[in-house]
């Protein structure tokens, strides 16, 4: 059995920066991609950074330029996510999902992230 292990958030202050990473525990895990989403009460989940295994990063059009997302998918598959001058609509839960061959989609529990003065 696959499972996202998530770390990172908390509060932060207006153009603060924070770091979410996210652990794909398992045996034998191959990856098809790894990203972040993120959603707020009320709102659809969105999709803030995306990182397939073909190395194309895509990013949401409202954290381009500002957030930057890496991973290393070789024996224990890991992403981050490196968030910059945060902004108070970022805030939101935020939630690692990966695409993994030959078993689907599977989501981590979702990490709280506040931006706040």
């Known amino acids: 059995q696959v499972r996202l292990v998530e770390s990172g958030g908390g509060l932060v202050q207006p153009g603060g920066s924070l770091q979410l990473s996210c652990l794909a525990s398992g045996t034998d895990v191959k990856i098809n991609s790894m990203g972040w989403y993120r959603q707020v009460p009320g709102k659809e989940r969105e999709m803030v950074a995306l990182?397939?295994?073909?190395?194309?990063?895509?990013y949401g059009e409202s954290v381009n330029g500002r957030f930057t997302i890496s991973g290393d998918y070789s024996k224990s598959p890991t992403v981050s996510l490196q968030m910059n001058n945060l902004k108070p609509e970022d805030t939101a839960v935020y939630y690692c999902n990966a695409d993994i061959r030959w078993r689907g989609e599977i989501w981590g529990q979702g990490t709280q992230v506040t931006v706040s003065s």
């Open positions: 990182l397939p295994g073909s190395g194309t990063k895509h």
